[in-house]
C-alpha cells in the first residue's frame, strides 16, 4: 500500500493526444507517487508509449493537463534500442556515453547483475542482458521516477520474474516511482499498486484486484483475464464501478 503522504511525481488529467486527425490518446487520467508501480496494460495501438511519452514530454498533448514534481529526475528505459550495428561500442562506453564515471557504471550494472558484462559488445548481448545493461542506464540518472517500456521483452520465463523482483526491490531501496509498460499481466500484477487499462481512453484503474474483476478489463483481455482472475480472487464486501471505484450504491457488506 502506498501512503497517502506519498509525493506525488506524475500526474496526468484528461490528457488527449491527437496526430493527423487522429485521437491517440483520449483524456487519459493517471498518477504515480514516490514508492509506487504503476503498470499500464492494453492492447497493441492502446496508446500506452504515446502516453509514457507524453509524459516524458517527448511528445506534445492537445488538451488535458500535465503535471511533473519541479526537477523530478527520469530513468527512462525504451522500447527499442536502435544502435548501428556497425558501430563498435562495449558496455562500459555505452553506460559512461551520457557523462557517467566508469565507476558508476559499474556500480549501476553491478546492481542490475550485470557486472560480468562490462567489457563485452553491447551488439553481442542476449534480450535479457540487453535489458539489464538498459535498466541500469536508467539507474545512472539516479532516478526518482523509472520509466519502463515493456522491460521484459526479448526475456525468456524465468529471466521475466527476476527482472520484475528485481525493478520490485530497487524501488524500495530507491524509493522511486516506477510506470511501467506491460503485455505480462500474469508477472506484472504481483508486484504492482495500481494498474491502468488503456484502450485509447483509460477502460478502468486502481489495484490490480479491483482491474482484474472489471467487465472493461474482461472485455479487452477474454480468456487470458480468467487466468489472472483465478489469481487473484477475492471476496468483495463492496462493488466497483466501472472505474474501479467503489461504487456505495451497489455494495454489500458480508
Ligand atoms: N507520432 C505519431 N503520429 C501519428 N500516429 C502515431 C504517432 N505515434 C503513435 N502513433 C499511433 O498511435 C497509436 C498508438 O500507438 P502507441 O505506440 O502509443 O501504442 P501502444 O499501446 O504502445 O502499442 P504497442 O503495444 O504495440 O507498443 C498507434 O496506432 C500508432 O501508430
Known amino acids: 500500500?502506498?501512503?497517502?503522504t506519498a509525493e506525488l511525481l506524475v500526474q496526468a488529467q484528461h490528457l488527449?493526444?491527437?496526430r493527423g486527425g487522429r485521437t491517440l490518446l483520449d483524456s487519459a487520467d493517471l498518477a504515480v507517487h514516490a514508492g509506487e508501480i504503476v503498470t499500464l496494460i492494453g492492447p497493441n495501438g492502446a496508446g500506452k508509449t504515446t502516453l509514457v511519452r507524453t509524459i516524458l514530454q517527448l511528445m506534445q498533448?492537445?488538451?488535458?493537463?500535465?503535471?511533473r514534481k519541479p526537477g523530478l529526475r527520469i530513468g527512462y528505459m525504451p522500447q527499442k534500442l536502435h544502435i548501428d550495428p556497425s558501430l563498435p561500442l562495449t558496455v562500459e562506453r555505452f553506460l559512461t556515453l551520457g557523462g557517467a564515471t566508469k565507476a558508476q557504471a559499474h556500480k549501476a550494472l553491478e546492481r542490475t547483475g550485470a557486472e560480468h558484462l562490462l567489457k563485452q559488445p553491447l551488439q553481442s548481448l542476449s534480450g535479457g542482458e540487453t535489458?539489464?545493461?538498459l535498466l541500469a542506464r536508467a539507474l545512472l540518472q539516479q532516478p526518482e521516477l523509472l520509466v519502463?517500456?515493456?522491460?521484459?521483452q526479448g526475456v525468456d520465463v524465468a529471466g521475466q520474474a527476476a527482472l520484475?523482483?528485481?525493478i520490485n526491490e530497487l524501488r524500495h531501496e530507491l524509493g522511486c516511482g516506477v510506470l511501467l509498460i506491460?503485455?505480462?499481466l500474469h508477472l506484472v500484477m504481483a508486484n504492482t499498486d495500481t494498474v491502468v487499462c488503456l484502450n485509447g481512453h483509460?477502460?478502468?484503474q486502481g489495484h490490480p484486484s479491483q482491474v482484474t474483476a472489471d467487465p472493461a478489463y474482461l472485455e479487452l483481455f477474454g480468456h487470458r483475464a480468467e487466468a489472472q482472475i483465478a489469481l487473484y480472487t477475492h471476496h468483495h464486501d463492496h462493488a466497483h464501478d466501472q472505474c474501479g471505484e467503489i461504487d456505495p450504491e451497489h455494495s454489500h457488506h458480508a
Open 16 to 18: 488527449s493526444v491527437e
Open 202 to 204: 483509460v477502460c478502468c
Open 131 to 133: 535489458q539489464r545493461v
Open 148 to 152: 519502463l517500456d515493456e522491460p521484459v
Open 61 to 67: 498533448h492537445n488538451r488535458g493537463k500535465l503535471y
Open 164 to 166: 520484475y523482483a528485481l
Open 1 to 4: 500500500m502506498i501512503p497517502d
Open 182 to 184: 506491460s503485455h505480462d
